[in-house]
């Protein structure tokens, strides 16, 4: 059986819901930010809080101005606090784990890159790169109070009523908030020069990128290990030492993540997504899945 393209929901950016704090540009940015108003309230949890992975459609620029979140972004957990800013690329899986009751956050949102101008080819080829394996950055409070006086100068020109230039004023707003943004990157890279190559992060980082491409069809570590000239036993030790999990949970964890999906598509039977999974039979299948989540597939499809 064909699986389908992508059986996670995706989240597109005219999507996002009005915390009363949203202004839209067409269907190309929106700005929203929950500043002065509780994370409890019903439109800001709806907007930081889901109750199963989604696809990003769009990228999307977090700033954390105080307090702390939780958030999981391909299978990876992330903490943001003050002036921590993450950048989430499109087709990005992601979940919002936790956020503290006084946590401000501010979000950028563009499904565009017209915004920033298309002709820095080789700035943007290297924004996406840097923020596809390093995707949470923490800057200084003077640049985090540079870019909030940029958003809300955005913010005031897309509320300004018959103000026909807003396209040119935001897009040059956006270009100075880009240009920052690869300034951070380039203090990052350069600190990190200072810094002795860890062997051992590396091999974790290939190894994640293996199981990511091959999750569905392997799930021992002898495949892993060949790939990257290894024994499986050394492998092991090192992804234990570099994460504090052992591989297996890894494998593991995109397995399911891929089976909670498919089970909450709609789409098909428990035993078509033990197929999907290439778990030799439904029995199989249903252990490997209560054993990880804690309950059976079907009960988890049905709940």
Not at 64 to 73: H, I, N, P, Q, S
Request: proline content about 3%; overall charge negative.
């Amino acid at each position: 059986m064909k699986k389908e393209d992508s059986p996670f929901r995706e989240l597109h950016l005219l999507m996002l819901p009005d915390t009363g704090r949203t202004l839209m540009y067409k269907d190309e940015l929106v700005l929203v930010d929950n500043i002065g108003i509780s994370s409890d309230t019903d439109s800001v949890s709806d907007f930081i809080e889901t109750s199963y992975p989604f696809k990003l459609t769009f990228t999307l620029a977090l700033f954390c101005l105080c307090g702390t979140m939780r958030v999981r972004l391909n299978l990876k957990e992330y903490v943001l606090g003050k002036n921590d800013v993450l950048v989430i690329l499109p087709g990005s899986i992601g979940e919002c784990l936790e956020i503290g009751t006084d946590t401000e956050i501010v979000a950028i949102g563009s499904s565009t890159h017209r915004l920033i101008g298309e002709q820095q080819t080789s700035l943007s080829m290297a924004f996406l790169k840097f923020f596809t394996s390093t995707p949470l950055i923490h800057i200084s409070q003077k640049d985090m109070e540079e870019s909030m006086s940029l958003y809300h100068l955005m913010r005031a020109k897309l509320e300004q009523p018959d103000y026909a230039y807003k396209l040119e004023a935001v897009t040059g707003y956006l270009q100075v908030l880009f240009y920052n943004g690869y300034q951070w990157i380039s203090d990052y890279n350069r600190k990190s020069l200072q810094r002795v190559e860890n062997r051992q992060q590396q091999l974790f980082d290939d190894f994640l990128e293996l199981v990511q491409a091959h999750y569905n069809e392997h799930r021992c570590m002898t495949f892993y290990a060949e790939k990257l000239c290894l024994t499986p036993k050394y492998l092991s030790q090192v992804i234990l030492e570099v994460s504090d999990r052992h591989a297996t949970d890894w494998i593991r964890d995109y397995v399911i993540l891929d089976a909670k999906a498919l089970l909450k598509s709609g789409k098909y039977t428990v035993q078509q997504v033990g197929d999907l999974l290439n778990f030799s039979n439904a029995s199989f299948f249903g252990k490997y899945f209560k054993a990880a989540v804690g309950c059976t597939p079907r009960k988890y499809m049905l709940g």
